[in-house]
């Protein structure tokens, strides 16, 4: 009997915790709950089809909107999201756009036959631009993104265990393996260097492993990727600090033929696959 209580005692826990883990917004929450009450009155004929259609949509709104408030406003990094993230965010975005967008449209058609004042469609008005705003916001995002997905793919055909040299014209002008080590105190280094130097900081787009490497398959653990043209005063004087330091690197310039440029150059030595059990890898130097 005791043991039973324990059971069931430690099976509560566990349902509790997994709810509170996976607990969605108190909006979403609600939007839900209206639903599935809307759905039994439909079901019995009590309320109508585009009432039922109504509250779908603010649901899906609801939703949306969590999806903007964690990828887009909170503290995710742009290099931690996975690709479908990215995609997701700006088609939450849009959707946020058109929906009010609609609802615009039939305010507006409303106001043109004086069913309903001008002053009515304010409000419209302003949470449509509020919209807008969000989905600049998130196409901006997304084409960070972009970059950072073309510079990581640009590495693949670097991944020690590809031989496909023949297939893939190659980026690569300059690789340097030098001592082929390369340690937090090297990149320290080189980034109060490059700030003394320039007055700005390294443009870092990639700082040891990210999501977008992890669902590429690289392990891009203790490497660092720099946004500098390879050729212009900025990318010279990194490598010939990282020459003098014996530190490894490649220079990427953007000549992967269908890919949008994305000069770079990668400190570490070149990145290998993550075996396919090692999905967690550590993030910062070593
Ligand atoms: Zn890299």
């Known amino acids: 009997m005791r043991v039973r209580q324990s059971f069931l005692l430690i099976g509560t826990v566990v349902l509790t915790l997994a709810a509170a883990l996976g607990q969605e917004p108190f909006a979403v929450q609600k939007a839900r709950q209206d639903l599935d009450r809307l759905k039994e ?9 585009a009432r039922l259609a109504q509250a779908e949509e603010k ?41 009010v967008s609609k609802q615009y449209q039939g305010q507006v058609g409303l106001v043109e036959q004086g069913v309903v004042s001008k002053s009515h469609i ?42 496909d ?18 340690k937090d105190a090297h990149l320290k280094y080189i980034e109060a260097g490059f700030e003394k130097q320039f007055r700005k900081p390294l443009p870092v787009s990639a700082r040891g492993q990210t999501s977008l490497h992890t669902s590429l398959g690289f392990d891009h653990a203790g490497r660092v990727d720099v946004g500098v043209n390879p050729d212009d005063e900025e990318g010279q004087w990194l490598r010939s600090q990282l020459q003098t330091l014996r530190v490894p690197y490649i220079v990427l310039r953007a000549m992967i033929p269908g890919k949008s440029t994305a000069p770079h150059i990668h400190i570490g030595l070149p990145s290998t696959r993550l075996k396919s059990t090692d999905t967690q890898s550590g993030g910062g130097l070593n």
Do not use: C, W
């Open 165 to 182: 040299e023949e297939l893939t014209p190659r980026p690569i002008v300059e690789s340097f393996t030098g001592s082929g080590v390369f």
């Open 122 to 163: 304010d409000e419209f008005e302003r949470q449509l631009a509020d919209r807008r705003l969000g989905l600049q916001l998130a196409e901006g995002r997304a084409k960070i993104f972009e970059d950072l997905l073309n510079m990581a793919q640009a590495e693949e055909i670097f991944v020690s265990e590809l031989h």
């Open 59 to 99: 649901l899906g709104d609801a939703q949306d909107e969590d999806t903007l408030r964690r990828l887009l406003y909170g503290k995710v990094g742009v290099e931690e999201l996975t690709e479908n993230q990215a995609r997701e965010v700006v088609a939450a975005a849009q959707r946020r756009v058109d929906r």
């Open 41 to 49: 009155l439909a079901a019995i004929g009590a309320i109508s089809k």
